[in-house]
């Protein structure tokens, strides 16, 4: 089960980048020109719930991961390099804006100082007025599958265009 959510992550996140033209990263802003590239950096706050399906007697547990980021964007495709405070891990996010209401990303991320990776496959969409993100993400790391839902609330400024 672990395997096919990495598989599943790393086809989204090459299907994702052949069809950008240029670099880009992951924005809750409405969707960009095609030859119009835009770079912010910041942090972000994705409060969540997240269910272990290995351990469904532990329920939901909530959280408040904290990330450094750099968004690229160009056109309906984003690439976000992170780093996420809270964990002490290092990773990249690739998202495809479907439509100015549907963002479909893979992440993949790896713990500095173990051995734990996560990949995972998510869904989100723009809230107060593009401020924000709800998301559901589906994912597994070196011994559970979980499911996350929660908002991405980025704090980044632009810093090219």
């Known amino acids: 089960m672990k395997n096919i959510f990495a598989i599943i992550a790393l086809g989204l996140l090459l299907?994702?980048?052949?069809?950008?033209q240029t670099l880009?990263?992951?924005d809750t802003t409405t969707l960009q020109t095609d030859d119009e590239v835009v770079v912010k950096a910041g942090v972000m706050f994705a409060p969540?719930?997240?269910?272990?399906?290995?351990?469904?007697?532990?329920?939901?547990?909530?959280?408040?991961?904290?990330?450094?980021v750099v968004s690229i964007t160009a056109g309906n495709v984003g690439i976000t390099p992170?780093?996420?405070?809270s964990f002490n891990a290092t990773?990249?996010?690739?998202?495809?804006?479907?439509?100015?209401?549907l963002g479909i990303y893979g992440?993949?991320?790896?713990n500095i100082q173990t051995s734990g990776m996560y990949s995972g496959i998510g869904f989100d969409?723009?809230?107060a007025n593009n401020a924000a993100a709800l998301f559901i993400?589906?994912?597994t790391d070196n011994t559970n599958t979980y499911v996350f839902y929660g908002v991405f609330i980025p704090l980044v400024r632009k810093i090219h265009k």
């Not at 299907?15 to 950008?20: G, H, I, L, R, Y």
């Not at 997240?50 to 990330?67: E, Q, R, Y």
């Not at 992440?107 to 790896?110: A, N, P, Q």
């Open 91 to 101: 990773g990249i996010a690739i998202e495809y804006f479907a439509s100015d209401n």
């Open 125 to 127: 969409t723009p809230v």
């Open 107 to 110: 992440v993949v991320s790896k």
């Open 24 to 26: 880009t990263a992951t």
């Open 137 to 139: 993400e589906f994912g």
């Open 48 to 68: 969540q719930g997240g269910i272990t399906l290995n351990n469904l007697k532990a329920g939901f547990s909530p959280s408040l991961p904290v990330f450094a």
């Open 15 to 20: 299907s994702t980048a052949a069809q950008a």
């Open 82 to 85: 992170f780093y996420n405070m």
